[in-house]
């Protein structure tokens, strides 16, 4: 599989450039097009890992999509792909991400369940071709083919079947409404099943970026300490590292994992000692530097990490989900997450009495659906709507429905 070229860059919609000089590229244009859109300002809203409201140091949806995109472009210049293309595409991965984090994923799913389900990537395709608004000659952003299929990391259709077959968990791909779309994607492109050049190199830029940047934030949070390191891992740790390293060909005995982390632990006070209040930002830089910059083609064809630090990044990855994304401290935050988008999902689901409560245009979506008697379609307007909140917007819109006293006229929905 080769780099995407410019020269070849196609969109759903033909467009003409207007008047006045236009010097950009047509991946530039669609970056450009992400960063402009109302998705992408939600961001800022919407929880990574810490919940947006427990302070301005810990890392959002968009700052992780930013350092994802910076990340993601050292990485294309060493790799002789297009910058620009692979910049937009990591903007844009996280667009479909729910509020609540990972949380509000999995509920959204458990109420689309029997109506095609939900899923973020997924989600991420249906903002960018059908829920953002730019022009009325076309529905979504019309972005190029290659950066649609950019954001395709799962080339897999979520119908029936699929739900069926993993009846306790997220199915990854695409909506069976969304399918005929992604044919045409991967026709044009030419990539077929297989994640893009691009793709594959934003989804190891995303990796490194989350299993870095979460530590340096679970550090700050006091959530994971240097002791912690150093104890033996959970046998869930273990199993967990193992699983993903099986899928890649890896293995990797208990004693060479508590090694690492030990390592990490020893580099840790080392630089306290000698950087105190740097130790964190020169730790995360230096491990940062050390994974982008082993980014290659394998032997396998795939673009990623040498072995031994993709060994690293699951490593860190899976303890971290350990310490700190099942920590109840943060779990507990995201059960009251799950409650809030269950109630406003009956509350908005009440047939013509709930479309007074929602924004006009998925008002007018929501009674289509209800006049024609199609209930996914009806189900998936309340859906796309949960999905856009930010985390915030989520909390007050629960206020204004259910806290007496909560909400104002003047507030804009």
Known sequence: MTPARVAEAIRPTPESKGDGPDRRSEFERDRARIIHSAAFRRLQGKTQVFGVYEGDFFRTRLTHSLEVSQIAKGIALNLAADPDLVEAISLAHDLGHPPFGHTGEAVLHELMRTHG??????QTLRVLTRLERKHNSYTGLNLTYQTLDGVLKYKTCIDEAAI???????VKGVYADDWPLVETVMRWT???RQRSFECQ???VADDIAYSVHDLEDSLKAGLLTAADFRRLPPARVTR??????????HTLSEATLHHELVRIADRLDALERTAGKAARKMLTRDMIHEFASSVTIQASGQIDAAPANRIRIEILKAFESYHVICNPRVTSLGYKGKEVLRRLFAALDQGRESIGLLPEDYGEDYERALTDGNEPARKRVICDFL??????YAMRFYSRLFVPGQGSFYEIL
């Open 240 to 249: 967990d590292v193992h699983l993903k390293l099986a899928a890649k060909g």
């Open 201 to 203: 190199i934003m989804d």
């Open 164 to 170: 069926a077959a993993v009846p306790d968990g997220l």
């Open 387 to 392: 999905a856009n909140m930010t985390d915030s």
């Open 117 to 122: 389900g939900f899923e973020g990537n997924a």
């Open 190 to 192: 030419g990539t077929g």
